[in-house]
């Protein structure tokens, strides 16, 4: 796993920043025990579940550390740079670790097993104090860390696909952008291709952002980049189709954790022959952005992203509720807040789609209303095998709004959540058809007829993720805003008592109004999950909680009431503070 240099001098553990005041005989007594070794780029330090019998510092290079999430993938949580302890955690509280962690580069490490760990803090007690102040720190960012912070990406290398693609130019953008937002860039092409590791580690020290340029190309500098970088930027033209493979062959650790976007450059007048799919899929990316000639907004979304500066918008589900989230994104434009990221739940997932496709205020509020407030799109009902309903009016209203449109050809980049049945786990749409991830996001159990992807059965991503902050946290490093309308009353008691049969509910309502069951099958599906609901509760850094228990989950009429309670719970939010939390570097 690791190749092992032997043991290490007490001036050595004393350059540790977190040792640094250490006596120098405690310093000596731990040396005699203590262990240096590297850890090539790639390899694992150690893996969920392995016994945490030493703590290490990291004395060179960058590490990644790794959990897994909702899907059962192992998502990046964040950098680890020199100078800080690894493991602690797990190695205190006497327990395995729950995540993995990886050498994003080559990397020197210090490994302390128990029993010089214990010598050490006999004689230098202070240091526990300060392994707790930091695993406190921690534990209260569980999700990501502070913006600009050690642990967020702070190398980037632009990749230009195209000969047309000036990628110093554009990195001269970015880091005039990032100067507006406070963040001090450099930009470094070929000409330190024969620059030391210790080079670049210097860089680093003195910069928040580096911008790495380079074409793509079997070079020297070209793999010194991709080894290098902690994320890689893939700039691509739609007039043009990637190559197969893209990029040559290169086993950096960036490429093998997927730590890559596509930057798809459009320009007025282009012939369109690829898209972001074609990209992505070459490029095994993580995310899409676009980038429009002249398009500021574009421009300074992915200044944000790199700066560590983004607003990602999170809406759960929970049926005509959700109308409230078309308030608030109303409240965060008239505020001037851009979002960067959207992803949602069941109708919050509709939402955050029209958001993510560029429905400005206006078209927001007429396209939904068109789509669900005019006519009830769950009227067309059946005799029941599989649902309520059939399901086809729901289906020509995705197609009628969102058409043939791809996720990855979204002007934000977003997500929404269904519900695997046949493994139990919530399934995140990243990409593919728009309308097909909607459909099975929204497919609540009983009322719609399920969705079926790849041969498994799919149901509203509320029965496994009504409130999916906990994805936003694995989708970008800035700040999440969280709305959720799911958590107060949302049933009618009396519907309960002594209700009538099927006929006589027919008699006095008629069949365009859904009987209590629809109303029963829906609070089911978006009911909170208890710990989980908390904990994405927890990890959102805005939380937004409009007062719409007077609506009821099928009251598809109650749209002014559910966007105005939307409206008033995010401008007073704003009004507290929270206008400062989104724009303070």
């Known amino acids: 796993m690791a190749d092992s240099r032997g043991m290490i001098g007490a001036e050595d553990l004393a350059k540790i920043a977190i040792l640094a005041d250490a006596p120098k005989g405690a310093l000596k007594a731990a040396a005699k025990k203590v262990e240096w070794f590297s850890l090539p780029g790639g390899r694992a330090l150690f893996k969920p579940g392995e016994p945490a019998d030493s703590i290490y510092f990291l004395r060179s290079g960058v590490l990644g550390a790794f959990r897994r999430g909702a899907d059962g993938k192992m998502d990046f949580i964040g950098h680890i740079r020199a100078g800080e302890p690894v493991g602690e955690m797990a190695f205190l509280g006497g327990a395995p670790h729950t995540a993995a962690v990886f050498a994003m580069r080559d990397s020197e490490i210090v490994r302390l097993p128990r029993d010089a760990f214990d010598r050490l803090i006999k004689r230098y007690p202070t240091l526990m104090r300060?392994?707790?102040?930091?695993?406190?720190?921690?534990?209260?960012?569980?999700?990501?860390?502070?913006?600009?912070?050690?642990?967020?990406?702070?190398?980037?290398?632009?990749?230009a696909t195209s000969p047309t693609i000036n990628c110093q130019h554009i990195a001269g953008q970015l880091a005039e952008a990032l100067g507006h937002l406070g963040r001090s860039s450099v930009i470094v092409g070929p000409e330190a291709e024969d620059s030391t590791s210790e080079w670049f580690d210097q860089l680093e020290q003195e910069h928040d952002i580096v911008l790495l340029h380079t074409p793509v190309a079997d070079t020297h500098w070209f793999h010194l980049c991709l080894r290098q970088a902690d994320r890689l930027w893939v700039l691509a033209r739609p007039d043009a189709r990637p190559s197969e493979p893209l990029l040559p062959p290169d086993r950096s650790p960036a490429r093998m954790f997927r730590l890559v976007d596509v930057i798809l450059m459009h320009d007025v007048g282009d012939r369109v022959v690829s898209d972001g799919r074609d990209w992505k899929r070459a490029a095994r990316a993580e995310r899409v952005f676009h980038w429009h000639r002249g398009c500021k907004a574009d421009l300074e979304r992915i200044a944000r992203t790199a700066a560590g500066r983004s607003v990602?918008?999170?809406l759960s589900g929970g049926g005509a509720r959700a109308y409230a989230h078309i308030g608030v994104i109303r409240a965060?434009?008239?505020?001037?807040?851009?979002?960067?990221?959207?992803?949602?739940?069941?109708?919050?997932?509709?939402?955050?789609?029209?958001l993510a496709l560029g429905w400005n205020d206006d078209e927001m509020e007429r396209n939904i209303c068109q789509a669900f407030v005019y006519s009830n799109p769950l009227d067309d009902y059946t005799l029941p095998v599989v649902a309520l309903t059939k399901g086809r009016k729901v289906d020509e209203r995705l197609l009628r709004f969102f058409q043939d449109t791809l996720i990855e050809n979204l002007r934000i980049p977003y997500f929404c959540v269904s519900s695997n049945l046949e493994n139990g786990r919530a399934a995140i749409h990243y990409d593919g058809l728009l309308r097909t991830a909607l459909r099975a996001s929204i497919a609540l159990p009983g009322?719609?007829?399920p969705v079926v992807l790849d041969g498994a059965v799919?149901?509203?991503?509320?029965?496994?993720?009504?409130?999916?902050?906990?994805?936003?946290?694995?989708?970008?490093r800035g700040m999440t805003i969280g709305v959720d309308v799911a958590r107060q009353r949302g049933l009618n008691a009396k519907d309960f008592i002594h209700p009538p049969g099927f006929f006589g509910w027919v008699l006095r309502h008629g069949f365009h109004e859904a009987p209590p069951i629809a109303s029963l099958l829906m609070r089911s599906?978006?009911?909170?999950?208890?710990?989980?609901?908390?904990?994405?509760?927890?990890?959102?850094?805005?939380?937004?909680?409009?007062?719409?228990?007077?609506?009821?989950?099928?009251?598809?009429?109650?749209?002014?009431?559910?966007?105005?309670?939307g409206y008033r719970s995010m401008v007073e939010a704003l009004q507290n503070g929270v206008l400062e939390r989104l724009t303070s570097g």
Do not use: C
Not at 465 to 471: I, K, L, M, S
Not at 534 to 552: F, G, Y
């Open 130 to 159: 300060a392994l707790a102040q930091m695993m406190v720190a921690r534990m209260r960012l569980p999700r990501r860390n502070t913006p600009g912070g050690p642990s967020e990406p702070k190398v980037f290398a632009l990749l």
């Open 312 to 314: 990602g918008l999170v």
């Open 332 to 354: 965060l434009h008239e505020a001037g807040i851009s979002i960067d990221f959207a992803g949602g739940t069941s109708m919050g997932a509709i939402v955050a789609a029209g």
């Open 447 to 449: 009322i719609l007829p």
């Open 458 to 476: 799919h149901v509203d991503g509320a029965v496994a993720n009504n409130f999916p902050v906990d994805v936003m946290g694995n989708f970008h």
């Open 525 to 565: 599906g978006t009911i909170s999950q208890g710990t989980h609901e908390d904990s994405s509760r927890q990890n959102a850094d805005i939380l937004i909680l409009p007062d719409v228990e007077d609506v009821e989950l099928r009251d598809w009429k109650a749209y002014e009431i559910a966007a105005e309670a």
